[in-house]
């Protein structure tokens, strides 16, 4: 089984995990590296003095050649969705956290879901009703009621 390894640190670049949970964590000489299973889902941020990106990925359980090159992470990923205004940023991470909120776990969610997703951040309709349409496309949660409305405002 091959690990998925994700640079983490406070520096420049700046690497932080947005969500995911790792099975261990290395300490480098470069700072904490997260160390993920195949299949997991992964939110990660980077930003450098001119430029910030989230990227969420799907590990995968060998390194493929095809598969997209994120930096900081080794080995290649299957890359779902690459925001880099401050405000797609900003409702990513919101997205990350209603889902928490609300019951829903992020890395039971499809990856149409992400991509889906990604598409919808570009276009001009409010965010709480593209959000209820994709949402409702996946299983719901137990108990977890469509609270979707306040979602990513």
């Given at each position: ?44 941020g980077l ?45 990513m991470r ?14 039971d969610l ?44």
């Open positions: 089984m091959t690990l998925t390894a994700v640079q983490l640190r406070e520096s420049r670049p700046a690497c932080a995990l947005v969500y995911g949970v790792p099975v261990a964590m290395a300490a480098t000489r470069r700072g904490p590296v997260a160390l993920f299973r195949p299949g997991a889902l992964v939110a990660y930003q450098s003095a001119a430029r910030r990106r989230l990227f969420v990925f799907r590990t995968l359980v060998v390194d493929d050649r095809l598969a997209a090159s994120v930096p900081g992470v080794h080995p290649r990923v299957q890359l779902l969705l690459d925001v880099h205004t401050p405000d797609r940023i900003r409702r919101r997205l990350f956290a209603f889902l928490d909120r609300h019951g829903w776990s992020p890395a499809s990856d149409g879901f992400y991509c889906r997703v990604g598409c919808a951040l570009g276009g001009r309709l409010p965010n709480h009703t593209i959000l209820v349409a994709l949402l409702r496309q996946e299983r719901a949660p137990a108990g977890a009621g469509l609270l979707l409305a306040r979602a990513i405002p």
